[in-house]
């Protein structure tokens, strides 16, 4: 039987702070879905930071404070299933806590982009990056559940549009500090809403050549 539990490939899997902080974790009793939803938790904290945190601690601290809960986000990605699978603590309901809070915090990262823009267009590209975040997993997800793999290609895929809004929550602060307004998130998540669109197709287009080929073949 395929293993649909796949674990998108990551070198930082095996990087001595990542084996380092998941036994840390398991000494203190961590379980793979506790470490799920705080991915969550460190999202809502960078969405409200975005939004809501410059007129409460200054725009500089806000967006450097929403980068960091956007790559502890990414931290608790990869503990969640270093936990589950290199710490023997697979549950029945782990493929369900390790994709759900994960379609959360895409959301609304992606969503709190557009609204900290303000602008009607940048809300707008806001929205229809989070709903393409959604539909890329969605076809990885279909196309697991026809071939029994996982095509986590990008341009981008997770890891890059993190990457990209990480970029620029830096950009944001660094732009608070000079108090030089630009529609930086609008460029951002338009250049977002185009890699998105790509990889939906390039996932589409690999899923649909995959059943072809497997067609194809004789029994």
Not at 1 to 21: E, I, V
Not at 72 to 86: I, K, P, Q, S, T
Not at 109 to 134: F, K, N, Q, T
């Amino acid at each position: 039987m395929n293993d649909l539990s796949a674990r998108r490939p990551l070198k930082s899997r095996s990087a001595s702070w990542a084996t380092g902080l998941s036994r840390a974790l398991l000494r203190l009793g961590a379980t793979p879905n506790q470490v799920s939803v705080a991915s969550s938790v460190f999202a809502l904290m960078a969405a409200a930071l975005m939004i809501y945190g410059a007129p409460l601690i200054g725009g500089v601290l806000a967006w450097l404070l929403a980068a960091v809960c956007i790559q502890m986000r990414l931290v608790c990605n990869l503990m969640d299933g270093m936990l589950a699978v290199e710490g023997g603590l697979k549950t029945p309901n782990g493929d369900l806590y390790n994709e759900f809070p994960d379609r959360v915090s895409d959301m609304v990262i992606l969503a709190a982009l557009g609204h900290a823009d303000g602008s009607p267009a940048g809300v707008a590209l806001g929205w229809m990056a989070a709903s393409g975040a959604l539909m890329t997993a969605c076809v990885r997800m279909h196309g697991a559940s026809l071939l029994g793999t996982h095509d986590f290609r990008g341009p981008m895929a997770k890891p890059h549009r993190m990457a990209l809004a990480t970029v620029a929550c830096i950009a944001m602060a660094g732009l608070a500090f000079a108090l030089t307004p630009l529609p930086l998130l609008r460029w951002v998540l338009g250049l977002m809403v185009v890699g998105i669109a790509v990889t939906i197709y390039r996932r589409l287009s690999a899923l649909s050549a995959a059943l072809r080929l497997r067609q194809t073949k004789p029994e």
